[in-house]
T-cell receptor
Framework: DAKTTQPPSMDCAEGRAANLPCNHSTISGNEYVYWYRQIHSQGPQYIIHGLKNNETNEMASLIITEDRKSSTLILPHATLRDTAVYYCIVRVVDSSYKLIFGSGTRLLVRP | GAVVSQHPSWVICKSGTSVKIECRSLDFQATTMFWYRQFPKQSLMLMATSNEGSKATYEQGVEKDKFLINHASLTLSTLTVTSAHPEDSSFYIC????????????FGQGTRLTVV
């Protein structure tokens, strides 16, 4: 399973962009990068995923480097409700498609 | 988005008893469901993959006789913690997936189990 590396914690000011990096240097060509977040005592919430192209949805943007060895999740205008643990996951491509969580990045959005 | 519902949200049980947790996909059929456990200040740890109509696949170190998983239909998987002990107290989370690498997995709200 491809491993991901994320900084343990980050902070940003409310209203500013939050850029969360993730390294996945052992990713295989057919493995997708998924981002989830978990607010305290809740189940993880899906944010976005991608294979090699940059992706954007109503929550965030995902920038994947050309060699696919790293990616960045961008929350364009962070709010206090975005304070959470953010997980970058490389999804296993076998019959299960299971998600293996790493330690994630604890993002604190400051007022 | 799709909804996965877990029940109960929290449960307190006595040592030695068994507890069943249900995970339902409300608006899609899930051929595969996953069960995770999370201790305070730690990440989610995958316990097992639940496959509809067949035996669950357990991750290394997870006791299959203690954590019984049944996936009897395409919308329901259950996790039974048998002979619970205080060290089994944890946050248990399920997720469901239509079974495609390009489709997100959806998570339940979690069940907090406290064994006294």
């Amino acid at each position: 399973d491809a491993k991901t590396t994320q900084p343990p914690s980050m902070d940003c000011a409310e209203g500013r962009a939050a850029n969360l990096p993730c390294n996945h240097s052992t990713i295989s060509g057919n493995e997708y990068v998924y981002w989830y977040r978990q607010i305290h005592s809740q189940g993880p919430q899906y944010i976005i995923h991608g294979l090699k192209n940059n992706e954007t949805n109503e929550m965030a943007s995902l920038i994947i480097t050309e060699d696919r060895k790293s990616s960045t999740l961008i929350l364009p205008h962070a709010t206090l409700r975005d304070t959470a643990v953010y997980y970058c996951i490389v999804r296993v491509v076998d019959s299960s498609y299971k998600l293996i969580f790493g330690s994630g990045t604890r993002l604190l959005v400051r007022p | 988005g799709a909804v996965v519902s877990q029940h109960p949200s929290w449960v307190i049980c006595k040592s030695g008893t068994s507890v069943k947790i249900e995970c339902r996909s409300l608006d899609f059929q899930a051929t595969t469901m996953f069960w995770y456990r999370q201790f305070p200040k730690q990440s989610l740890m995958l316990m097992a993959t639940s496959n509809e109509g067949s035996k669950a696949t357990y991750e290394q170190g997870v006791e299959k006789d203690k954590f019984l998983i049944n996936h009897a239909s395409l919308t329901l998987s259950t996790l039974t913690v048998t002979s619970a002990h205080p060290e089994d107290s944890s946050f248990y989370i399920c997720s469901a997936s239509p079974g495609h690498e390009n489709t997100e997995a959806f998570f339940g709200q979690g069940t907090r189990l406290t064994v006294v």
